[in-house]
């Protein structure tokens, strides 16, 4: 099973700044990753898909890249509604895993 | 718009069952897998279980495998989670969630969840 670990567990921002979120791989899952926002209360809403793609309706501000083992997701100014918590997700090899969430806060 | 409605949770004594409902609308359902993924109390995400979009391929995690059955009725747009010898670790908000496209398992639309807490 691939393990996912995204760093840090907590980060702590202000409205307007930018967040840079990780999310490493135990090995290789190409390019097959996705990010996923969870607010309280919420179901988790997915943003980024296939490591770099933007989900319908997901704004411009958010961002994903990398490949293989390593990827980042980043916000380029905070909106108050973009504190949550964040999960990488990938799809290369069953089971499908997510990394254990980055608040956001 | 796409809309998934999970149903049937509730308080279940260990080694007891319980069986999930989803019903989905505004979307092809014959089309898509749909999974379940759960999320235990103030923990992350954890993937439990996918149905084809025929019915004909199930998967499950292990930590489920042997004890739940994943179905769907087509006819009904519904998908369902059959939970036998339930364990205290399986308290969990349970999500039913569609699949971005066939074979891009990524979830691009969720229900609200289901809740269901096992204990004595």
């Known amino acids: 099973e691939i393990v996912l670990t995204q760093s840090p567990a907590t980060l702590s921002l202000s409205p307007g700044e930018r967040a840079t979120l990780s999310c490493r791989a135990s090995?290789?899952?190409?390019?097959?990753l996705a990010w996923y926002q969870q607010k309280p209360g919420q179901a988790p809403r997915l943003l980024i898909y296939d490591a770099s793609n933007r989900a319908t309706g997901i704004p411009a501000r958010f961002s994903g890249s990398g490949s293989g083992t390593d990827f980042t997701l980043t916000i380029s100014s905070l909106q108050p509604e973009d504190f949550a918590v964040y999960y990488c997700q990938q799809r290369d090899n069953w089971p499908w895993t997510f990394g254990q969430g980055t608040k956001v806060e | 718009q796409v809309q998934l409605v999970e149903s049937g949770g509730g308080v279940v004594q260990p080694g007891g069952s319980l069986r999930l409902s989803c019903a989905a609308s505004?979307?092809?359902?014959?089309?898509?897998?749909i999974h379940w993924v759960r999320q235990a109390p103030g923990k992350g995400l954890e993937w439990v279980a996918i149905i084809s979009f025929d019915g004909n391929v199930q998967l499950y995690a292990d930590s489920v495998k042997g004890r739940f059955t994943i179905s769907r009725d087509n006819s009904k747009n519904t998908l369902y989670l059959q939970m036998n010898s339930l364990r205290a670790e399986d308290t969990a908000l349970y999500y039913c969630a569609k699949q971005l496209a066939v074979a891009r398992n990524y979830f691009d639309h969720w229900g609200q969840g289901t809740l269901v807490t096992v204990s004595s």
């Open positions: 505004g979307f092809t359902f014959i089309n898509y897998g």
């Open positions: 090995q290789s899952v190409s390019s097959y």
